[in-house]
């Protein structure tokens, strides 16, 4: 049966997440939250696998930013670059998919696309790093390819603004993906509607 639906898991690499020196303020909250979607997802791809001998009805692709070094601190290869959350790969639990890009938008990357067609892929599940910057623009890049998507409120966010706390940043984020049609959700009420169904999968409102 063709996967519908794919997590996409934006940019929480070393740098934005984990630096003391250059981490986002609310990286432990992204973090947690990421921790919670992706054991919650995983255990629902491993019980269709193992107990009920399904293949893996979703799929989890990892977005990896790289730069030069004169661009900043995501250099491929490097600590900073490094991804927060493992992919897993092999057949028994279904494979894991990372796709890098050099700007913000993924869908920049035909690979995201391609792996997103093959694999029947109709709905994209999205969270990250950062909210108004590579979040948005592959929300944009979802929606302009034909994908329904999904936001996971509080399991995004970015640096202050000059005029803008990050909260303030993320709820506008939310508001413009909004108005092209995007779902927004709470990362807990999407992940609780995952548990009762044994699926991950809309709607949840």
Not at 120 to 125: A, I, K, N, Y
Request: aromatic share 6%; net charge negative; with cysteine.
């Amino acid at each position: 049966m063709p996967s519908k639906t794919a997590i996409l898991v934006v940019d929480i690499q070393n740098s934005l997440a984990t630096d003391p020196g250059t981490k986002i303020p609310h990286a432990a909250r992204v973090c947690e939250a990421g921790t919670s979607i992706l054991q919650v997802a995983r255990q629902i791809r491993d019980t269709r696998v193992r107990e009920h001998s399904l293949p893996p009805d979703f799929i989890i692709v990892f977005v990896q930013h790289q730069e030069s070094p004169e661009e900043g601190l995501l250099v491929f290869g490097t600590d900073p670059w490094g991804l927060v959350f493992k992919p897993r790969q092999g057949l028994e639990n279904g494979e894991d998919f990372v796709v890098a890009k050099s700007v913000r938008n993924a869908f920049s990357n035909p690979v995201l696309e391609q792996i997103l067609r093959e694999h029947g892929v109709e709905e994209l599940v999205i969270f990250g790093i950062q909210s108004e910057c590579c979040v948005e623009a592959t929300c944009h890049g979802a929606i302009d390819a034909g994908f329904a998507i999904t936001l996971l409120s509080g399991a995004h966010s970015t640096y202050p603004e000059p005029e803008a706390r990050p909260e303030e940043i993320e709820a506008q984020v939310e508001a413009r993906v909004r108005a092209r049609g995007a779902t927004v959700v709470r990362w807990e009420d999407a992940v609780e509607v995952w548990e009762k169904k044994g699926q991950v999968l809309g709607p949840y409102q």
